[in-house]
């Protein structure tokens, strides 16, 4: 079974600046897709970014971004340009490539709480 | 985002008690989730439906059932209430564009069984 890892259960950074948030991920599978969904206060879940394994490029989406290192099963999140409105829980999660619909179910790393002051 | 809404959005009940939380879609995803975050564990899959009338285990079905009669409804029941299923529970619905597999979850119902 998939297992997915994020070491870090709070961080905090400064407003306008960077900060990178770890994750790692279990898989025997070539073929899989990894998100990053942001959950605020409010307690909705907000797809940040999404990776397919099979590209090599990083995703970007203006101020996300992710360092994918597909042989190190690893998925970190950087923000730049830290806003107070990033302040939020960051779970990592995993889906597996299989083609079966209904199949690809999302398995969620435990989150990384962070604090984004002023 | 998928149009996806949860009710009730909030509930208190009583242990023993049946409960059914529903989820709506208006985007006509076929395949729809059901999530139960608790501190300190993530989402967790309760089930999970593949199509009207298809559905399946997930990692923490135990003491829940679920019935989709319709695409844009999808039912969570917990025939008789416990303690340990206080939890947020989460709703979501996934599209399918080619390759590019993506689930959108609805704003969550927070359940309080006592």
């Known amino acids: 079974a998939q297992t997915v890892t994020q070491s870090q259960p709070e961080m905090s950074v400064q407003e306008a600046e960077t900060v990178t948030l770890s994750c790692t991920y279990d898989t025997s599978e070539s073929n899989y897709y990894l998100f990053w969904y942001k959950q605020p206060p409010s307690r909705q879940m907000i797809l940040v970014i999404r990776?397919?394994?099979?590209?090599?490029q990083n995703a970007t989406e203006n101020r996300f971004s992710v360092n994918f290192q597909k042989a190190a099963k690893s998925f970190s999140l950087k923000i730049s340009d830290s806003q107070l409105g990033d302040t939020a829980m960051y779970f990592c999660?995993?889906?597996?490539?299989?083609?079966?619909?209904?199949?690809?179910?999302?398995?969620f790393g435990k989150g990384t709480k962070l604090t984004v002051n002023p | 985002d998928a149009g996806i809404t949860q009710s009730p959005r909030h509930k208190v009940t009583e242990t023993g008690t049946p409960v059914t939380l529903r989820c709506h879609q208006t985007?006509?995803?076929?395949?729809m989730y059901w999530y139960r975050q608790d501190p300190g564990h993530g989402l967790r899959l309760i089930h999970y439906?593949?199509?009207?009338?298809?559905?399946d285990k997930g990692e923490v079905s135990d003491g829940y059932s679920v019935s989709r009669s319709k695409t844009e409804d999808f039912l969570l029941t917990l025939e008789s209430a416990t303690s340990s299923q206080t939890s947020v529970y989460f709703c979501a619905t996934q599209e399918r564009e080619g390759l590019y597999q993506t689930q959108y979850f609805g704003p969550g119902t927070r359940l309080l069984v006592l």
């Open positions: 439906s593949y199509g009207v009338k298809d559905t």
């Open positions: 990776q397919e394994a099979y590209k090599q």
């Open positions: 985007e006509n995803h076929r395949y």
């Open positions: 999660a995993f889906m597996s490539g299989g083609t079966q619909g209904g199949s690809e179910k999302l398995v």
